[in-house]
């Protein structure tokens, strides 16, 4: 397929997609998860919270509270991800190593998962900040836990990102955590599978230039990336929609305050992945987004100021709504 016809259909799906909003007012919003019942789960970081969301209504309820609030506007509970029917969460930000950081702030719970048991309780499986603390990066970097930042099903286990310390640990469930994968300054961010290949987006480093926000692939065993595309400001997720369509998230213009701070407002992007690397921009002006899902032929878009965002008619024929 030439570039001119990728970028004429690139032009009917964005003709096609229409943004909606569809929830609001959630509590530093973050991962998120499509659920057995086919539900969305949202992670709400500064109330320690996810949130079963009714994805075609909007209805909003809490599904698991008391989680490890966020103690510096950013981590807490920050992913969420299903196996075989029970809720895990990915908690980051809240360990003691912080207080010396960040001075005297209280942090004294644990960065791990934490499976679900009921509403309002919860089981510790996997300390991942001890294991960053008893494995550090080379060269080290200042918080010596890490910024976990995603996971994913992956083996009856998970992967999960760290965007600080830029490596890929795989975890069991009986609580083991390995070093995958581990690459230069390019801070891992979303995951995502499909067969044996896991693919993974990258910010970049501070400034977060467009050339550094990639999407890139590798394998269980691999000991390197390749890349797959390149081109979004910060890029923060990527997941495969209908007809294994891969799409791309970026936060946007980062603000330059401090390494870790967000994009600059109303500049994200959600991009389609072509098979030749071509990002085409589907939906722009997004307000800080932090993650993605897909249900049937819509992009739910989660924001970091407590929005989820309905995008529909996102592919293009066949898999999505022919143009009028």
């Known amino acids: 397929m030439n570039r001119l016809l990728i970028a004429f259909l690139s032009m009917l799906v964005s003709l096609a ?22 539900a969305l789960y949202v992670t709400e970081g500064a109330a320690g919270r996810v949130s079963r969301v009714d994805p075609w209504t909007g209805d909003t309820t809490t599904f ?169 400001m910060l890029m923060v997720d990527v997941e495969f929609g209908r007809g294994r369509k891969l799409y791309a998230l970026a936060q946007g213009m980062w603000d330059g305050e401090f390494p870790g701070s967000p994009a600059l407002p109303f500049t994200g992007s959600l991009f389609e992945v072509a098979h030749d690397g071509t990002l085409s921009e589907l939906a722009t002006e997004l307000n800080q987004p932090t993650s993605m899902e897909f249900i049937g032929n819509t992009a739910f878009i989660v924001t970091l100021g407590g929005e989820i965002h309905a995008i529909s008619a996102v592919s293009q024929p066949p898999f999505g709504a022919r143009p009028h």
């Not at 997609?17 to 019942?37: F, H, I, W």
């Open 17 to 38: 997609a229409q943004s909606e909003l569809l929830v609001s007012g959630l509590e530093g919003a973050s991962g998120s998860a499509v659920g057995p019942d086919g």
């Open 64 to 232: 698991a509270s008391g989680l490890p609030p966020s103690l510096i506007g950013v981590g807490g509970a920050v992913d969420v991800a299903f196996i075989d029917g029970v809720a895990y969460v990915l908690v980051t930000l809240v360990s003691p190593d912080l207080n010396d950081v960040f001075g005297p702030i209280g942090a004294d719970d644990i960065d791990g998962i934490y499976r679900i048991d009921g509403p309002d309780s919860f089981t510790l499986i996997a300390d991942i900040g001890s294991f960053a603390l008893d494995n550090p990066p080379l060269p080290a970097f200042f918080i010596p836990s890490g910024v976990l930042y995603a996971m994913e099903p992956f083996r009856g286990g998970f992967l999960v990102t760290d965007g600080h310390h830029n490596r890929v640990y795989r975890v069991t469930l009986k609580g083991q955590v390995s070093e995958l994968i581990a690459f230069d300054n390019i801070v891992p961010t979303g995951l995502e599978l499909h067969g044996n290949t896991i693919y993974m987006s990258q910010a970049g480093p501070a400034p977060h230039l467009p050339e550094d926000g990639k999407v890139v692939a590798f394998g269980p065993k691999s000991s390197s990336a390749t890349d797959v595309a390149a081109g979004g």
